[in-house]
């Protein structure tokens, strides 16, 4: 009976211990990944962590990677973020770092329509951003004559080309990294935007830039920004000026929030109420729909617009129209 036991148990025993010998040795062996980049997006399920791991060739055996992650109670501590490894690594050490956030780069994400120093002010606010002087060193930058040089671009600054979307961006990165980055997808993006184009623009690159920057701040409607670039066009066409209020508000130094008639009045040189056509340069950063906007311009006979208070707008050909739009929409 006792042998009978004993060989019950051995049975029962040897595919035990041949499952943990199989994990001790599965955890402690290194594999030389074959895309050492990858990247855990926010709320990711462990599953998918595991196939996207296997996939990079960053571990074998994605369902065996699982159930470790389960059984050292990992499974749900895993951080996002956008990870290296370019070495021979354990997936112990891939759980490691996963689970302590041991990241190579961070989700960076500028919006449509932020100026070059409420990006600074964002970057220099990021927790993994050490650098004491960030933000004056990026401020700076933008307007270093040499760096813009090297981006390939012939302006002053480098607002407005700094192009809003997500960007994966190492720890490590300094000012000009993140600036060069930008200026790339700008460029990559504006030429997209040319696509379509019968014949080259009329007005510069920079003077597109400059306009699509108006336009981000005059609406986010994506529908009414082709329509807001045709009011422009139409009022340079007549040698009008634009009257923007983003305009005024982008050249004041203390800006209180309300435009006051001596704002209006204000002569700096972004001020389109007192200077005919576009100003010296972008106010903000526009994304790829107010540049596509700016280079293909609604056909319209509007010379006004208004806001309805919604976010929307009311659009006029004449100037009794829009006073009388003016009335309905903003008057008490």
């Known amino acids: 009976m006792k042998k009978r036991l004993f060989k019950i148990g051995v049975a029962l025993g040897m595919p035990l211990l041949a499952a943990l010998f199989f994990f001790i040795a599965y955890i402690y062996t290194p594999v030389t990944p074959k895309e050492p980049k990858i990247t855990i997006e926010k709320g990711m399920p462990l599953k998918e962590i595991g196939r996207a791991l296997g996939a990079n060739g960053i571990i074998r055996f994605p369902w065996a990677f699982i159930a470790y992650a389960q059984m050292a109670g990992k ?3 895993l951080q996002a973020g956008v990870y290296l490894f370019d070495k021979p690594i354990t997936p112990r050490e891939v759980l490691n770092r996963l689970s302590r956030g041991l990241i190579y780069a961070l ?17 220099g606010e990021l927790s993994f951003n050490t650098h004491p002087d960030f933000r004056q060193i990026f401020l700076k930058l933008v307007k270093d004559p040499m760096l813009i040089q090297t981006l390939g671009l012939n302006v002053k600054t480098l607002e407005g080309y700094l192009f809003p979307n997500t960007y994966f961006v190492e720890t490590t990165a300094a000012p000009a990294d993140y600036l060069t980055a930008f200026v790339k997808l700008f ?3 504006y030429q997209k935007a040319l696509e379509g184009l019968p014949s080259l623009p009329a007005y510069s690159q920079h003077q597109i830039v ?9 609406t986010g409607i994506d529908a009414e920004r082709p329509i807001i670039a045709s009011v422009f066009y139409n009022r340079m066409a ?7 209020d983003p305009t005024i508000i982008y050249g004041l130094k203390n800006f209180t929030g309300d435009i006051k008639k001596t704002d209006i009045r204000n002569p700096h040189p972004y001020n389109t109420y007192v200077h005919a056509g576009l100003p010296p340069g972008p106010i903000c950063n526009p994304g790829l729909a107010s540049i596509k906007a700016a280079l293909h311009p609604a056909k319209t006979d509007y010379f006004y617009f208004v806001s309805k ?21 903003q008057l008490p």
């Open 75 to 77: 499974g749900g501590a």
């Open 107 to 123: 989700k960076v994400r500028l919006v449509e329509g932020w100026t070059a120093k409420q990006i600074a002010d964002y970057l």
């Open 187 to 189: 460029d990559k993006n």
């Open 210 to 218: 400059t306009l699509a920057s108006i336009i981000e701040k005059e």
């Open 238 to 244: 007549k040698g009008m000026a634009l009257q923007s």
């Open 309 to 329: 208070g919604d976010g929307t707008h009311h659009f006029s050909a004449t100037a009794k129209e829009h006073i009388e739009a003016v009335k309905f929409y």
